[in-house]
C-alpha cells in the first residue's frame, strides 16, 4: 500500500496486514488498515448487491474514519465527513440509474477478455525483457528524432476515497532512437530541456508497458502518474471514459480513478 510506505504513518496495533482492527483501536494505522481491507472487501465482492444494512454499516464506518482523519489532518470539523453524507443521501434519478447500470454490465461483460489482456501484457513483459535487456544493457543511449504532440496526463494523488486529490502535468512527446533503429515514444516533462541524448542511467527516467508498447517518461519521480494514463488498452479506454462520465453526471463526488493505479517502473528494476 503506497499510502504507507510514501508517509511516516505508524502501523496499526496489530501491524500491517494482520488482523482487521478492533473498535478500541483508533491510531491513524488502524484506520488506513480500514480503509485498505474496506476497499479490498467492497472491491472483490462477488455479488453486487448490497442491502441497506451493509451500506448503512460501511456508510458509519466511513464517516468515523473522516472524522478522526479531519483532526489527524488539521482540517476543519466535518469537511470530509459532509461529503461522505452528501453520497449517503443524495438521490439518483431512473435515466442516471439505468446509465450507472448499462455501463457496469458493459465492463463486467469486458472481466474474462481483460484476464486474457492481463496475461499477453505478462507475456510482452517476458519478450521486450528479453529483447529490450540486450540492446540496452550494450547500448544505452537514445537520440532524439522527432517532435510528435504535446500531451496532458491526469490520474489522482492523496486522494480520500476518491475526494480531491486530482494532478495533471504536461508532457512533450519525442521519438527517439534506439541503436537498432527501432523508435521509443518519450515523455519529457513540460519545462524540462529536451535533450539530444538521453541515457538510461539517468535517475529521471522511467518506462512503462501497455498493449505491448514500451515507452519511456523522464519528469519528477516524485510526480507518480499512473502508467495506463499514457498508454490505455481499449478496455481500460472504456473504464476511464465511464468514469469521466460518472463525474460529470455527480458533478465530481463519484470519481473511481483513485483505485486504478499501475505505476511507472525505473530501470535499474527492470533488469535485476
Not at 201 to 206: F, R, S, T
Request: hydrophobic share 35%.
Amino acid at each position: 500500500m503506497r499510502i504507507k510506505k510514501c508517509f511516516s504513518i505508524p502501523p496499526p496495533t496489530q501491524g500491517w496486514d494482520k488482523n482487521d482492527p478492533t473498535p478500541v483501536e483508533l491510531t491513524v494505522g488502524d484506520d488506513v488498515e480500514r480503509i485498505r481491507r474496506l476497499r479490498n472487501e467492497i472491491l472483490h465482492r462477488g455479488d453486487a448487491d448490497v442491502n441497506k444494512d451493509v451500506l448503512s454499516v460501511y456508510m458509519c464506518t466511513f464517516k468515523e474514519i473522516a472524522g478522526r482523519l479531519e483532526i489527524y489532518l488539521g482540517k476543519r470539523k466535518d469537511e470530509f465527513v459532509s461529503q461522505i453524507e452528501s453520497l449517503e443521501t443524495c438521490c439518483m434519478d431512473i435515466e442516471t440509474e439505468r446509465t450507472y447500470l448499462d455501463n457496469l454490465k458493459e465492463l463486467i461483460s469486458k472481466e474474462v477478455q481483460l484476464k486474457g489482456e492481463v496475461a499477453d501484457v505478462q507475456s510482452d513483459i517476458r519478450h521486450l525483457r528479453r529483447d529490450f535487456e540486450v540492446e540496452i544493457l550494450d547500448k544505452k543511449k537514445l537520440k532524439k528524432k522527432s517532435y510528435i504532440r504535446k500531451e496532458t496526463i491526469k490520474w489522482k494523488h492523496e486522494s480520500f476515497l476518491g475526494i480531491g486529490g486530482d494532478k495533471s502535468q504536461c508532457y512533450q512527446l519525442y521519438n527517439y532512437e534506439m541503436h537498432s533503429g527501432e523508435m521509443v515514444q518519450v515523455y519529457i516533462q513540460d519545462g524540462y530541456d529536451i535533450p539530444e541524448t538521453l541515457n538510461i542511467d539517468d535517475g529521471k527516467l522511467q518506462f512503462g508497458i501497455n498493449k505491448g508498447i514500451l515507452f519511456i517518461v523522464y519528469h519528477d519521480k516524485n510526480l507518480t502518474p499512473y502508467q495506463h494514463r499514457f498508454i490505455q488498452n481499449e478496455i481500460q479506454k472504456k473504464a476511464y471514459a465511464t468514469n469521466e462520465s460518472l463525474k460529470a453526471l455527480t458533478s465530481g463526488k463519484i470519481d473511481f480513478s483513485w483505485i486504478v493505479g499501475d505505476y511507472l517502473r525505473d530501470f535499474k528494476n527492470f533488469f535485476i
